[in-house]
């Protein structure tokens, strides 16, 4: 239902345009302002010169981030009335408009409880409403002779008018939860069950990702763009990429292209062994830069290897900024993991592993699972050059029939089952969808040990 709100505020964004000149006539500007300062002398308000915040509202702040075409900011927002109705929006996605070269606006259809406050001086980052449903994001500091029922504040604006850029923008809000933030701790176990009706799973980050999604080891150039682009229009949710699949600038490029609003998605991008694991925070950048969707959803160590502990602090500190939301592992298993976890502050949210019937991770995957990791399947069909013989296994056939199913498909939909996310690789339209499409059957408990059953310790490859 929000997010019906929201896209339909952002489709009204169009029909608002014709306002423009009615907020040009309205709002003051950097340029206009200098000659305003004695007049601003003689006004009263009830704002602090030194934050800009209302004295009243201070102490209970919400933190949000906003997205400004890709780039992520943090801002509080202030607890006044009209602010807490702009936060029921949220997730909100909207076109903003620009005016004047220092502030971005977006016309509601509907009038926020404004307290038209004089301002005096507007400050980078301040976020208002003006006049009763004119959204105002300030991205220069001037004087102003006009009144605005303040909302809050991006904290850190360095990079914000760039960010702007001229023109219209593309910004998005969303809450900062501050008690999953505050749950992040070494012994935090959380219920990693999978919904089966929202089809996700919150992770012990408090995040909540998508149980079903695509993988793009082999997808390159424009097949790799026109396959994502393409799974998102299917309804695709969750992506696996990473530094070494060579592609995460086409990956970027088709989140950016799609339609689908960016905090729908789930990117999961990885730093491998070796050169990364030497430069770490490089590593790290060089991901946000390429993938250029301003925060990255997860991101894994590939595999174990040299310096891996100080690589996964250099990751939290990502974490600490907003870059980063969640942490996990890939190639991880038990002998490993709890040593892991004991020099680390952020306990990983996800193992991403090869499962597949002919090698299953019996052990492992409850192992994890006691820990509050969430398991992900890598070569979840048991990989190019395997699947062909996974998918015209005799039993697994069999069961596909009785559901009236595809194999992939009851492969697929018991690793659902058992507590495992799954990200097939596919550049074929009907095979993503056939592939995500796994929730209007169940597999009965005798076909699930059917398949237990096929389990061989067979690796389809070296780690
Ligand atoms: P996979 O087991 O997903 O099999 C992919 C093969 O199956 C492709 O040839 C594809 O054309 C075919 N296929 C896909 N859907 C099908 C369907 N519905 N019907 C028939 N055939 C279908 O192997 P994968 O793509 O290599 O692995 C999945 C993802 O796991 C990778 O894309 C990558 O993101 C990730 N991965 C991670 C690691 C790691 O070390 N972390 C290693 C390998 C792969």
């Given at each position: 239902?929000?997010?019906?709100?929201?896209?339909?505020?952002?489709?009204?964004?169009?029909?608002?345009l014709?306002?423009?000149?009615?907020?040009?006539?309205?709002?003051?500007?950097?340029?206009?302002?200098?000659?305003?300062?004695?007049?601003?002398?003689?006004?009263?308000?009830?704002?602090?010169?030194?934050?800009?915040?209302?004295?009243?509202?201070?102490?209970?702040?919400?933190?949000?981030?906003?997205?400004?075409?890709?780039?992520?900011?943090?801002?509080?927002?202030?607890?006044?009335?009209?602010?807490?109705?702009?936060?029921?929006?949220?997730?909100?996605?909207?076109?903003?408009?620009?005016?004047?070269?220092?502030?971005?606006?977006?016309?509601?259809?509907?009038?926020?409880?404004?307290?038209?406050?004089?301002?005096?001086?507007?400050?980078?980052?301040?976020?208002?409403?003006?006049?009763?449903?004119?959204l105002?994001?300030?991205?220069?500091?001037?004087?102003?002779?006009?009144?605005?029922?303040?909302?809050?504040?991006?904290?850190?604006?360095?990079?914000?008018?760039?960010?702007?850029?001229?023109?219209?923008?593309?910004?998005?809000?969303?809450?900062?939860?501050?008690?999953?933030?505050?749950?992040?701790?070494?012994?935090?176990?959380?219920?990693?069950?999978?919904?089966?009706?929202?089809?996700?799973?919150?992770?012990?980050?408090?995040?909540?990702m998508?149980?079903?999604?695509?993988?793009t080891?082999s997808?390159?150039?424009?097949?790799?763009v026109?396959?994502?682009?393409?799974?998102?229009?299917?309804?695709?949710?969750?992506?696996?990429?990473?530094?070494m699949?060579?592609?995460?600038?086409?990956?970027?490029?088709?989140?950016?292209?799609?339609?689908?609003?960016?905090?729908?998605?789930?990117?999961?991008?990885?730093?491998?062994?070796?050169?990364q694991?030497?430069?770490?925070?490089?590593?790290?950048?060089?991901?946000?830069?390429?993938?250029?969707?301003?925060?990255?959803?997860?991101?894994?160590?590939?595999?174990?290897?040299?310096?891996?502990?100080?690589?996964?602090?250099?990751?939290?500190?990502?974490?600490?900024?907003?870059?980063?939301?969640?942490?996990?592992?890939?190639?991880?298993?038990?002998?490993?993991?709890?040593?892991?976890?004991?020099?680390?502050?952020?306990?990983?949210?996800?193992?991403?592993?090869?499962i597949?019937?002919?090698?299953?991770?019996?052990?492992?995957?409850?192992?994890?699972?006691?820990?509050?990791?969430?398991?992900?399947?890598?070569?979840?069909?048991?990989?190019r050059?395997?699947?062909?013989?996974?998918?015209?296994?005799?039993?697994?056939?069999?069961?596909?029939?009785?559901?009236?199913?595809?194999?992939?498909?009851?492969?697929?939909?018991?690793?659902?089952?058992?507590?495992?996310?799954?990200?097939?690789?596919?550049?074929?339209?009907?095979?993503?969808?056939?592939?995500?499409?796994?929730?209007?059957?169940?597999?009965?408990?005798?076909?699930?040990?059917?398949?237990?059953?096929?389990?061989?310790?067979?690796?389809?490859?070296?780690?």
């Open positions: 239902m929000r997010r019906f709100t929201a896209l339909f505020l952002a489709a009204m964004s169009a029909l608002t014709s306002a423009c000149a009615n907020a040009e006539l309205k709002t003051s500007t950097a340029t206009e302002t200098g000659a305003l300062g004695n007049n601003t002398k003689q006004q009263e308000t009830s704002f602090s010169n030194d934050t800009g915040n209302p004295t009243e509202e201070a102490t209970e702040m919400d933190t949000i981030e906003i997205i400004i075409n890709g780039q992520t900011f943090r801002a509080e927002l202030y607890a006044n009335t009209a602010a807490q109705q702009f936060k029921k929006l949220f997730p909100l996605h909207l076109n903003m408009a620009d005016l004047h070269d220092n502030e971005k606006y977006f016309y509601f259809s509907d009038d926020f409880d404004t307290t038209d406050e004089e301002i005096k001086e507007i400050h980078a980052g301040d976020i208002f409403i003006y006049d009763k449903n004119c105002v994001l300030f991205y220069e500091s001037f004087k102003t002779e006009y009144s605005y029922t303040p909302l809050g504040r991006i904290s850190d604006t360095s990079g914000l008018k760039k960010a702007f850029g001229t023109g219209a923008a593309d910004v998005s809000f969303s809450i900062v939860d501050t008690v999953d933030a505050d749950n992040r701790s070494q012994n935090f176990v959380n219920d990693i069950s999978f919904n089966f009706e929202t089809k996700t799973v919150i992770l012990n980050s408090g995040y909540e998508p149980i079903a999604g695509i993988g080891y997808l390159h150039g424009d097949t790799c026109d396959s994502i682009v393409s799974a998102l229009e299917q309804g695709v949710r969750l992506i696996d990429t990473a530094y699949y060579g592609n995460e600038e086409e990956v970027g490029e088709a989140i950016r292209k799609s339609n689908v609003p960016r905090e729908e998605i789930f990117v999961i991008t990885k730093i491998y062994p070796g050169e694991f030497q430069n770490p925070e490089k590593a790290i950048q060089d991901a946000l830069d390429k993938l250029d969707i301003g925060y990255i959803d997860m991101m894994l160590l590939h595999h174990p290897g040299d310096n891996d502990v100080n690589v996964y602090k250099s990751m939290e500190k990502f974490v600490e900024q907003g870059k980063i939301r969640s942490l996990g592992l890939s190639n991880w298993y038990i002998e490993e993991i709890d040593d892991f976890i004991a020099q680390v502050n952020i306990k990983p949210a996800l193992v991403q592993n090869e597949h019937p002919y090698y299953q991770e019996q052990k492992v995957i409850p192992y994890m699972h006691d820990l509050g990791i969430v398991m992900q399947a890598w070569y979840p069909l048991g990989g050059g395997h699947q062909s013989e996974l998918l015209n296994d005799k039993t697994i056939l069999e069961i596909a029939e009785k559901h009236g199913k595809s194999a992939a498909q009851v492969i697929l939909r018991r690793d659902l089952q058992n507590g495992v996310v799954v990200i097939p690789g596919s550049s074929n339209p009907a095979h993503i969808l056939e592939n995500i499409s796994l929730f209007d059957f169940e597999l009965t408990d005798e076909e699930m040990e059917k398949i237990a059953k096929l389990d061989r310790n067979e690796k389809h490859d070296w780690y």
